[in-house]
């Protein structure tokens, strides 16, 4: 049996955080007959639970995979300084796994956004002798100079660039979500053939086992209207203003409502937004479970997903929730300039706009709001299908194990 080792500093089960790519990844591997061990940090600002631990490593059983917790020191927020001695500590202790895990690996997948943990992983493969392939789930150090505003010139820019670099050049192999990083890549030295893309999706478990909403929230929701539902993140790079603004373009059509479901830094700031603007036809609903999203899902008309125009994106975007979009047979709006990556338009599962145009978002709710429910139906079972074709965890994984143990 061929063992694969995945290091993610911020994975998550389901019960502790969001689970997420590495989590499904790992399992669907799992159920191709591979040995796995998925291995994370615990002190990690996007854990909803902190995992209970013993000792420097905890190797719990869950579900088809071994989940191994490295000890860390905690952190207040996403911005602590200890956060970022905790890029190069985890890169430390991970090169003792080899003393903690029995089974040693054929393949290390080591998974960004940090790429310090790359430097232990190196270790780890050259010890082990084992292929060694590098994740790219967003581009560092070039979104802290492109989006943080940090000088290109600046010592621990120039250090995380060193690695950056050091990954592509001495990796077997390089995968990303992000579709045209490719380009950055080679840019940086990367050889063409050693990339593949393998984009984020959803587990079809999950959607097999979803939950009722509960009866609270189920009174909450607006009744007989025509709903443009949001759910996930109320952050700034979501750029739910620009869709507030298009609510409040809307405000004579009473039928058209808006029902954002989740929470966040942004959701007091929106929520203000919203009463100054009047909005009477907006709706907020505090955060769900994961299992309840699909049944809340079925309750919207369209469904919208955004985000901030950035420079970033034309090397691609892949947002969780436009997935869980898709597989649920609604028509999407999606508002993001993501260069040359169209996913709705190329399945006709939707509209796409330009980012931050409140008036041609409203537009394009007005189009939605205005077709036929046959032609709506058309749309979302577009989406379910493309869904089911490229995004299926299961398959996805299918394409990443043959990158893992091709030559």
């Not at 694969?4 to 500093?9: A, D, H, M, P, V």
């Not at 602590?80 to 890169?91: C, D, E, I, P, Y």
């Not at 929106?270 to 999203?293: M, T």
Request: proline share 4%; hydrophobic share 40%; with cysteine.
């Amino acid at each position: 049996m061929k063992t694969i080792w995945i290091i993610n500093q911020y994975a998550s089960t389901p019960e502790t955080g969001m689970g997420g790519r590495s989590y499904y990844l790992a399992q669907e591997l799992a159920k191709q007959g591979f040995r796995v061990y998925l291995v994370a940090s615990t002190a990690n600002h996007l854990l909803r639970e902190k995992p209970a631990v013993v000792g420097s490593f905890t190797l719990k059983i869950q579900k088809k995979i071994t989940f191994v917790w490295v000890k860390m020191p905690e952190y207040e927020n996403s911005h602590s300084k200890q956060r970022v001695f905790n890029w190069f500590l985890f890169a430390w202790r991970i090169k003792t796994l080899r003393k903690i895990i029995s089974h040693k690996p054929d393949v290390i997948l080591c998974s960004s956004p940090s790429p310090v943990a790359f430097l232990g992983a190196q270790y780890l493969a050259k010890k082990c002798k084992a292929k060694l392939v590098f994740e790219v789930r967003d581009i560092w150090p070039l979104t802290l100079t492109e989006i943080g505003n940090f000088s290109k010139k600046h010592p621990f820019i120039l250090l995380l660039q060193w690695i950056e670099d050091r990954a592509y050049r001495y990796s077997d192999r390089v995968v990303s979500n992000l579709k045209n990083s490719v380009e950055h890549m080679i840019a940086r030295g990367m050889e063409t053939e050693k990339f593949a893309w393998i984009p984020n999706g959803f587990s079809r478990d999950e959607f097999s086992s979803v939950k009722p909403l509960d009866a609270d929230v189920l009174r909450e929701l607006p009744r007989n209207k025509f709903i443009v539902g949001y759910t996930g993140t109320f952050g700034l790079a979501n750029d739910l203003y620009t869709l507030l603004d298009a609510a409040s373009q809307l405000r004579q059509y009473q039928e058209i409502n808006f029902v954002l479901v989740g929470g966040g830094k942004e959701k007091l700031e929106l929520v203000d937004y919203s009463n100054k603007l009047g909005l009477a036809s907006v709706f907020f609903i505090d955060a769900i479970g994961k299992k309840q999203i699909p049944t809340m899902l079925a309750h919207f008309d369209v469904l919208a997903v955004g985000a901030k125009k950035e420079p970033m994106y034309r090397f691609g975007v892949s947002p969780n929730k436009l997935f869980e979009y898709l597989i649920a047979s609604k028509p999407i709006i999606y508002y993001i300039d993501s260069g040359n990556y169209h996913p709705i338009e190329d399945a006709q599962c939707g509209l796409e706009v330009e980012p931050g145009n409140s008036a041609l978002l409203a537009d394009a709710i007005l189009k939605l709001y205005r077709l036929s429910d046959d032609d709506r139906a058309v749309m979302g079972s577009n989406g379910h299908r493309l869904a089911l074709q490229e995004y299926d965890y299961a398959e996805l994984a299918k394409k990443l194990s043959h990158i893992l143990f091709s030559n």
